[in-house]
């Protein structure tokens, strides 16, 4: 039997970028997280079978508005509302990262006196996230 390390991570340096534009100065929190239906049948002789169906995936934003730099993913969300649009997370610098393509919802606008403001959403995805291989920086 192989023992497969674990090199575990506290988030600090992910990316998240659409088509050239990166917005991970904006981004607070990503995630991709999958759901399935699920069921169990127990038979008459008290065995029991599980079933999952296949993963329907949605991804968890939570952003701070900014309605003030032209093209921020505030303003982008609310252009794009209802389009599907490719994004790339990297989870970790230098780590694999994941394409999804996700249906893009406008978000928040505004919040509470005194704090920073911010929008949450969860964004359908179409299909499962797919890997994206590190990028090596180039060689001085």
């Known amino acids: 039997m192989t023992t497969v390390p674990n090199v575990a991570y506290m988030g600090a340096k992910g990316t998240l970028v659409c088509a050239e534009d990166d917005y991970t100065a904006a981004v607070t929190s990503f995630t991709l997280t999958p759901t399935a239906d699920k069921a169990s049948v127990t038979d008459i002789g008290g065995g029991v079978q599980q079933f999952a169906g ?37 989870p970790e610098d230098g780590g694999l990262g994941w394409s999804i393509q996700v249906v893009c919802e406008a978000g928040a606008i505004g919040g509470a006196s005194k704090s920073v403001h911010q929008a949450t959403g969860n964004l359908g995805c179409i299909d499962q996230p797919e890997p ?3 990028t090596t920086p180039p060689a001085e």
């Not at 939570?62 to 389009?83: A, C, M, P, R």
């Open 54 to 90: 296949p993963a329907a995936w949605v991804a968890g934003i939570t952003y701070n508005q900014d309605w003030t730099t032209v093209g921020s993913l505030s303003q982008k969300f609310i252009e794009w509302h209802g389009q599907r649009k490719t994004f790339v997370y990297t």
């Open 132 to 134: 994206v291989p590190p």
